[in-house]
């Protein structure tokens, strides 16, 4: 075969059998898209830093992403299903565990503001970007520029209960009970500024927790008078505890608690017939009218078979919030961290159901007030968001 | 194969090269200790630093808060062992203690802390939470005066503390560990840091001679021979060479400058020629002066004798007017020989140009060239060396002959002076090949020449040195179309006087006499005293005087001067500067020694007016200077005139 010149590869040319270079380009190419494509993960990981019974909006949010065209890259979403627990060097353990998640693009998590704040130095560290849906303490604005906080602070849910208590109830005088941890005592000091404002006098100030001997506090503390009303900056089994503990004892009973304290039908069980006297904050509720609402309350249905509750749609906006900055700047931690900070600047906020996201400025807070009737939630209305 | 011929052939990095390589590798050297010691040094000092601040934030507020609570409980205590019932202050107290020590007052960096200790970390912030807990039920309990259930309380509660202090022991064990772990770490990258920072060091100093030694070999020897070179020809030694022993950037200079010394040496050489051509022809020049002056003054004197007849007299005419023309002609030659020291004054172009076309013309016939142009009566004077305008003029009338040479008849040089926007201009113009765009733009550098070895290619380049010297620019027209012939245009300022410089036809005539004067047109009562050492311009001029009436005594050297003064006192003492024996400007010499009075009397003849200077020769009053041949009417007119001043001032020793 006669030799002859032509072009190979980066351009040299070079003398040689004319069949053998059309092969030799069609390996070369071959390799360098193997080669190029090496370092691009084929798949987003998100995570879900929740125990494992705390994990079923995931499966909702992966039906979501399944419906989506298929786009570049592939999103899962991964929980820790070995650590179980909600201690802080649980939480500690298990944001250790997901850090190490190979192509972990963001996390969603952790359950409460004091598991939140341990594992968000450990992000920060790997240059995660975590999402955190239902913390409320203030000190997690010092959480670092890789944390996003979705629900308002301690101080605006503490405004809202105050005014509440003292425009809607007509409190006069207050008990309060709250747990000692970040999110009870900064929702307790929210709350005690929004009563000193309106010169509501507070009678008590008392600390518990799912073990505390709530009766006995609950005595002690009447010693100092009885109240209009009832405060709890607390969790589900506190405030279903102080309810059942006042119920008969407090004249006109009624019980104001934060968002940590709706859980059905756990509440209600634990507050017995106490509890159609409490009042419960939420960030969403599902009788919500408007049609992303509607959509997402069906397919939660269809997906798990029953209602959510309603702290699912914040995490469920966390997660798909994360998912969308997967496949709008792809499946890079830097990348997706300048999305999140670009909401609301640069890029137009995110449509949640639980309202536009944005970080740049505190976001109008999805907090809406409602009371137990029947064992159901059911929106108060009328009530203005401080 | 041919990269491999290639490798063998290649003499090195250029200098540029060498440059960027030393201080890259100098930088590389420099990059890469910084950055080594930042690394290993630096990254387990910030790892110290930062653990340590964690660390210790961490366990400080673990601490504080367990002081809280063991302060809480303490009294707590006191109040269960006594017997009072508390007050609400005291139990408020109690709960404020117990809230603060109850839960953090900000978010702690876990992140910079090992994974063991930070979960240590976290479970002991736990149980203090617990621990705070329960003693808020054992205030209930105080507040509720329930003092047994308290008591009770206080196992629970002393059991938390208990896990509370073990879990804080094991973090300080823990921290200690890491901390201790990281100072172990630091301390070995020092060491190491160190060692390697001697090796590096040492590998430094171990190139450094070696650089020095490259850097000695390309830049310093070079520069230096350079440098030898420079010298060399700063003192005159055109024959300097500097040896190229590379081929960078430093060889390559070396060459240009061998090149430069030998275009240098070339031209010298011409340079020296024209100037041996130039002296020689000076010398002929005034050589030929004393004949030409001889012809003439037999032509004036036979034309003043009433008897001549006509044909003679047309035939002697035109003998005189020939030999003027030859003697304008050497005049013109020597001026442009020998430009001499500039001499400033308010001139008339067209003057120069008129000059500068005679002393070309003898070209005109021979090369069938004709000269037009239009020169403005109304020109306005402009300041400048009437020689350096004129060889000016002379090299673009040169350039345009040699131009027009290369093309078929009809060759015509055109030369036109006018006034353009106040400035007085002069445009030479011909119909030659033109100047290609090219050699257009080097036209006025030195060196540039068309004319291969016949041109010195300095002559457009001096000659507008000369003009913007005088305030003027010369260029070349480049509104000419190519192959059009060339344009050159030379202006300069207007003078700043109102009225146009004199030219040669307004001369005014000489001032009127002084009384008791000779009269006009006679020499009578003059003595004269006559030196010359030729026979044939003296014998004439003699004639001349004697018919004037004046009273001449001849000499034909200084000596013979000098011995006739003894016994004759003459009004003027007429005498050539150039003589054997004793010269004028000797003879002038010996009489301001001597006689002072009677060096007043003495006018020069010269054949050569620019040798006046220099050459050893005494100076001489330039405007007692007269040049041969001088025409007998003029001599007769500066003798009166010198006699006139004489007489006005102070007598002479007679």
């Known amino acids: ?386 | 194969m041919t990269t491999l011929r290639r490798l063998l052939q290649w003499r090195g990095p250029s200098l540029r090269g060498l440059v960027f390589l030393l201080v890259g590798a100098a930088g590389a050297y420099a990059a890469i200790v910084t950055l080594y010691l930042t690394l290993s040094v630096g990254s387990a000092a910030f790892t110290l630093g930062e653990g340590t601040t964690a660390i210790v934030a961490l366990q400080d507020d673990l601490g504080h808060r367990q002081a809280l609570l063991n302060v809480a409980l303490d009294r707590c205590r006191e109040l269960l062992a006594g017997t009072r019932a508390p007050s609400d202050t005291e139990v408020d107290r109690i709960r404020g203690l117990i809230a603060r020590g109850s839960v953090r007052e900000r978010a702690e960096p876990y992140a910079s802390v090992p994974a063991e200790l930070r979960v240590a970390l976290a479970r002991a912030d736990e149980q203090l939470s617990r621990l705070g807990n329960a003693l808020s039920e054992m205030a209930a309990l105080i507040d509720l005066r329930r003092t047994a259930e308290g008591r009770r309380a206080l196992d629970r509660v002393d059991a938390l503390q208990e896990a509370v202090e073990t879990d804080l022991a094991r973090a300080s064990d823990l921290a200690r560990a890491d901390l201790m772990a990281r100072q172990e770490a630091l301390r070995r990258a020092t060491r190491h840091a160190v060692r390697d920072g001697i090796l590096l060091l040492a590998a430094g100093i171990i190139f450094l001679p070696l650089a020095l030694l490259v850097v000695r070999r390309r830049v310093w020897a070079p520069l230096a021979r350079l440098e030898e070179g420079l010298q060399h020809v700063s003192e005159g030694d055109l024959t300097a060479e500097v040896a190229v022993l590379s081929h960078d950037e430093l060889g390559r200079v070396a060459t240009h400058f061998n090149q430069m010394t030998r275009v240098l040496r070339d031209r010298a050489e011409e340079q020296g020629r024209f100037a041996a051509a130039g002296e020689l022809l000076a010398g002929v020049a005034h050589e030929v002066n004393n004949p030409l002056m001889a012809i003439a003054t037999h032509a004036e004197l036979r034309l003043g004798d009433g008897d001549l007849a006509d044909e003679a007299r047309v035939e002697m005419q035109s003998i005189l007017r020939q030999a003027r023309r030859a003697a304008k002609l050497l005049r013109g030659l020597l001026r442009f020989v020998r430009a001499g020291e500039k001499r400033a004054a308010h001139v008339n172009l067209n003057d120069v140009v008129r000059s500068a076309i005679d002393l070309v013309s003898y070209r005109f016939t021979v090369d069938e060239i004709s000269i037009e142009g239009r020169l403005d009566p109304s020109l306005p004077a402009v300041h400048g060396d009437a020689n350096r305008l004129e060889q000016v003029l002379v090299n673009l009338l040169s350039n345009a002959l040699d131009a027009l040479r290369g093309v078929q008849p009809p060759r015509r040089l055109v030369v036109d002076s006018f006034v353009d926007r106040g400035r007085v201009c002069v445009a030479v113009t011909d119909n030659g090949p033109g100047v290609a765009a090219e050699i257009a733009e080097r036209l006025f550098r030195p060196f540039a020449t068309t004319k291969g070895r016949r041109g010195t290619g300095l002559g457009l380049y001096i000659s507008r040195q000369l003009i913007r010297e005088a305030a003027g620019d010369l260029g070349l027209d480049e509104g000419q179309a190519p192959g059009r012939g060339a344009r050159f245009l030379l202006w300069l300022p207007a003078a700043p006087t109102l009225d146009a410089a004199p030219t040669a036809e307004d001369v005014p005539a000489a001032s009127a006499p002084v009384a008791s004067a000779p009269a006009d047109g006679s020499l009578a009562g003059i003595r004269i005293l006559l030196v010359d050492d030729e026979d044939m311009i003296r014998r004439p001029m003699v004639r001349f005087l004697s018919r004037r009436g004046a009273e001449v005594t001849e000499a034909s050297d200084g000596l013979q001067a000098l011995e006739r003064l003894a016994a004759f006192a003459p009004h003027v003492i007429l005498a050539d500067l150039r003589m054997p024996k004793m010269d004028g400007a000797e003879l002038y010499a010996r009489l301001q020694a001597e006689r002072p009075a009677m060096a007043e009397r003495v006018l020069f003849l010269s054949g050569d007016i620019t040798q006046l200077a220099g050459r050893g020769l005494a100076p001489v009053p330039r405007d007692r200077v007269l040049v041969k041949p001088v025409e007998l009417a003029e001599l007769e007119q500066r003798i009166q005139e010198f006699v006139r001043e004489s007489i006005r001032g102070s007598a002479g020793d007679g």
């Open chain 1, 1 to 386: 075969m006669r030799a002859s010149s032509s072009t190979f590869g980066w351009g040299k040319r070079v003398s040689g059998p004319e069949s053998l270079w059309r092969p030799g380009v069609y390996v070369q190419s071959l390799l360098i898209l193997l080669g190029g494509c090496k370092g691009e993960p084929r798949a987003a990981v998100i995570g879900y830093a929740f125990p494992l019974w705390g994990t079923t909006t995931v499966q909702v949010a992966r039906d979501e992403i399944a419906s989506w065209p298929a786009g570049r890259t592939a999103i899962r979403i991964v929980y820790d299903s070995i650590i179980q627990g909600d201690p802080p060097d649980i939480e500690v353990m298990r944001a250790q565990r997901l850090a190490q998640t190979p192509n972990l693009v963001g996390v969603v998590g952790h359950g409460g503001s004091r598991g939140s704040l341990a594992a968000a130095p450990i992000y920060a560290a790997a240059g995660i970007p975590q999402i955190i849906p239902t913390g409320t303490s203030r000190l997690l604005r010092q959480a670092g520029p890789w944390a996003f906080r979705l629900a308002p602070d301690d101080s605006t849910e503490g405004a809202l209960i105050g005014r509440f208590t003292a425009e809607r109830l007509g409190a006069r005088r207050v008990l309060l009970f709250f747990t000692n941890d970040e999110y009870g005592v900064g929702l307790r000091d929210g709350v005690l500024a929004e009563l000193a404002a309106r010169d509501v006098a507070v009678l008590d100030k008392v600390g518990v927790d799912p073990s505390s001997d709530i009766p006995t506090l609950f005595a002690a503390s009447l010693r100092r008078g009885i109240p209009d009303v009832i405060v709890v900056a607390g969790r589900h089994t506190e405030t279903g505890r102080v309810a059942r503990a006042a119920l008969g004892r407090v004249p006109r009973l009624r019980v104001v608690a934060g968002d940590g304290a709706l859980l059905l039908p756990v509440l209600a069980d634990l507050a017995g017939p106490a509890a159609d006297s409490i009042y419960v904050v939420a960030f969403w509720l599902p009788d919500a009218p408007d049609s992303m609402s509607r959509a997402f309350v069906e397919r939660y249905r269809r997906v798990t078979g029953h209602d959510p509750s309603p702290d699912d749609p914040m995490n469920h906006d966390a997660l798909m919030l994360l998912a969308h900055a997967v496949r709008e700047v792809g499946p890079h931690r830097a990348a997706v961290r300048a999305y999140l900070e670009s909401l609301g600047g640069t890029r137009p906020p995110y449509r949640g159901i639980t309202g536009d996201i944005t970080f740049l400025r505190a976001r109008k807070p999805p907090l809406v007030m409602a009371r137990l009737r029947g064992g159901r939630v059911v929106r108060v209305a009328g009530l203005p968001v401080p």
